[in-house]
């Protein structure tokens, strides 16, 4: 009898490890739904000209500390949009990083949309203009269910990439 | 708020104990060895994983392809080793929750084994990861879901500007140098970790319990291989970065807080698991009962023998030179950091016997709250109030067998830890006729609070540990609640009632 039970008391255990191990099944994306992947950092432009300095200012420098021009550190923010047609999908001004406000804007947004066709915009602002985009993108893409599209903004070529 | 807690968890692990205690004894009852079999489940996670590294390839491409190699292929040991690899890991939450559990429902966290508690968390902070990054090494979709949701949670931190997680986004942009560092971590940074925290954690404890059982041993191995057979533990599909997998099968034991990332955000996630962390760790501080003053040594009685640091759980006692000019070398010296009152030593003690006609009954080490003389007059107060035959039974201040005897009007003297009682006492009730039985309760199902109580007794009264019972003894007046046949009867009073019913006969 105590056998039994012994039996018995390790098989439930085997079988709570076991079930939990893979159930219940966890529905990470519903069956017709794709994901668009927003992931880049990018560097805003200088806020100010780079300034050159006079003689008279170079001379009050300690002799290891005089360059030629005084350039400002802080960048602009960084305002993107991505629509699908005339929706919004994200539309967001990003604060450079680090305390001087010198560093890169980083996006990273995964978005949930319907599967099918989708007309793509993505734009983005880097120079503190009020309305246009300083760099943008269009698109006509299929999204098959589960697709995980991802837009990109390549620094060497400075466009905007969607894989 | 916090006592009801532990009433309320009580008597929930009470009530799991109950239909175990059909199938196991005491001293078997995995509940009594929820810390050993951790250790032994991580055992079979290391040796199954030296053979899973053998034939595991890490690169982006040959991760896949090595575990399904493992998986199909060599499916007879490979496969095998694979399941209990996966299924030890997911065993040893099981036990690690319910040793948390059970630590804190029976009130072992506070006080002087704050350290032990403690030391517990970072262990916890460790093992997650150590899942989390065994999940990665697979790369396959289970594994991309884990990656890209981990990068996420660790983007949360603010010390990095570029994103992590956007590593994950396309197959062109990941390194097989992320392979590298997930296998170095899961191999070697966080075991090594895991390893040395062990070894904190149980730093302070005399004589730590590393092993269960073997017949345990033998039996969890065994129904983890069955599992391991009957249901081999499968990749989802090659890893996919175009794509998002949409239905999950999600180790709940590991990731149970991963959906939470979607549901809330990283920093929620990281909000929550701080809290609880905090929560656990400061436990032990929260107001409690009054705590009771550690044992005391009086040396004109001590003899220097050693029994008290023998058995000790919690390395409380240890012997220094002589400071009182006798002809002993060595004297026994209590660290009142470590001393939790159990009164174990004072069992030990040769000179805590009741016996003592010359003088006040003062032992070499004693209890001050709960003295070798207060249980002397406990005795010969409440012995010979029973009708005969008289029973007078012992039961722990700590367990509920207390209050269910006090309500069953059994004359009982409560100890701090049944090894508290000297087998002298034992002796000393039914030889001067305060008692024809001797009943100890103990904790329910010899579940000592005090780690080796119900150890140190059955080995007292089975004369293989001194002080041992006198053999004038005769083993039929005693009955130890937590053994068979007395465990059987599962209320005191059914228990006394079979003990007076084996007296008469």
């Known amino acids: ?49 780079c300034r050159r300095l006079s003689q008279e ?95 990109q903004f390549d620094e060497q070529t400075q466009q905007f990439l969607i894989r | 708020m916090i006592e009801r807690l532990h009433r309320a968890g009580r008597g929930v692990f009470q009530g799991l104990r109950r239909p175990m205690a059909r199938a196991f004894d005491g001293a078997e009852n995995p509940l009594n060895h929820l810390g050993a079999l951790t250790v032994f489940f991580l055992w079979i996670v290391l040796v199954s994983g030296i053979w899973l590294f053998i034939f595991f390839r890490t690169s982006v491409s040959g991760a896949f392809d090595s575990v399904e190699y493992l998986t199909h292929e060599q499916w007879y040991l490979g496969g095998i080793m ?87 986004q396309s197959d062109e942009l990941l390194s097989n140098r992320f392979f590298t560092l997930m296998a170095f971590l899961h191999l070697i940074g966080l075991p090594i970790f895991l390893v040395f925290g062990i070894w904190l954690h149980v730093f302070r404890l005399n004589s730590p319990r590393i092993n269960p059982p073997r017949r345990m041993m033998a039996a969890t191995f065994l129904a983890l291989l069955v599992l391991s057979a009957v249901y081999p533990a499968l990749s989802h599909e090659r890893a996919d970065l175009a794509a998002t997998p949409q239905v999950l099968r999600l180790d709940w034991f590991y990731l149970h807080v991963y959906p939470l990332i979607q549901a809330w955000s990283p920093g929620w996630v990281w909000a929550l698991l701080v809290a609880i962390s ?146 002298s006492f034992i002796d000393f009730a039914l030889s001067r006729g305060h008692a024809d039985g001797v009943l100890l309760l103990g904790c329910q199902d010899g579940n000592c609070c005090y780690r080796f109580g119900a150890n140190w007794t059955e080995q007292r009264l089975a004369r293989q540990r001194d002080p041992m019972l006198r053999k004038r003894v005769e083993p039929t007046k005693i009955a130890v609640g937590w053994l068979s046949p007395w465990a059987e009867h599962k209320r005191v009073a059914d228990r006394y009632e079979a003990f007076r019913r084996s007296l008469r006969q």
């Open chain 1, 1 to 49: 009898m105590k056998l039994a039970g012994e039996i018995a008391a390790y098989a439930a255990f085997a079988a709570v490890v076991g079930l939990l191990s893979v159930w219940p099944r966890y529905e990470l994306l519903g069956e017709d739904r794709a994901l668009v992947s927003l992931v880049f950092s990018h560097a805003g432009e200088r806020v100010g000209e």
């Open chain 2, 82 to 168: 694979r399941s209990l690899h996966r299924y030890a890991s997911d065993a040893a939450i099981v036990t690690i929750l319910l040793h948390v559990l059970k630590e804190f429902v029976f009130n072992r966290y506070r006080g002087k084994r704050w350290f032990t508690w403690v030391t517990g968390v970072p262990l916890i902070w460790m093992i997650f990861p150590l899942g989390i990054t065994g999940y990665w090494l697979v790369w396959d979709e289970l594994a991309q879901y884990v990656a890209i949701s981990s990068a996420e949670l660790i983007d949360r931190i603010p010390i990095f500007t570029d994103s992590m997680a956007g590593n994950f």
């Open chain 2, 278 to 423: 905090a929560v656990i760790i400061v436990l032990p501080w929260t107001p409690a009962q009054k705590q009771e003053q550690p044992a005391k040594v009086t040396l004109d009685y001590c003899n220097g023998c050693e029994r008290c640091v023998d058995d000790c759980p919690f390395g409380a006692v240890e012997m220094v030179a002589r400071t009182d000019g006798t002809s002993y070398t060595h004297q026994a010296s209590v660290d009142p950091d470590l001393c939790v009152s159990c009164g174990i030593c004072v069992g030990a003690c040769p000179t805590a016997t009741p016996f003592r006609s010359q003088g006040s009954l003062i032992p070499g080490i004693d209890l001050p709250d709960r003295s070798a003389a207060a249980l002397r007059a406990d005795i010969e107060a409440l012995g010979g109030r029973d009708a005969e035959p008289r029973v007078v039974a012992f039961a722990c201040r700590d367990d509920r067998q207390l209050h269910e005897a006090h309500k069953a009007g059994i004359p009982t003297v409560s100890v701090n830890c049944m090894a508290q009682l000297s087998p």
């Open chain 1, 57 to 151: 200012e170079l001379n009050k420098l300690p002799p290891n500390m005089r360059k030629p021009a005084d350039c400002p550190r802080e960048r602009y923010p960084v305002r993107i949009e991505l629509r699908s047609g005339s929706e919004a999908l994200y539309r967001k001004t990003l604060a450079p990083s680090g305390i001087w406000a010198d560093g890169k804007a980083s996006v990273y947004e995964r978005i949930e949309v319907p599967a099918g066709a989708h007309d793509l915009f993505v734009g983005m602002n880097d120079s503190g203009g009020a309305e246009e985009f300083d760099f943008s993108r269009s698109e006509t893409i299929d999204l098959f269910p589960g697709r995980n599209l991802v837009i």
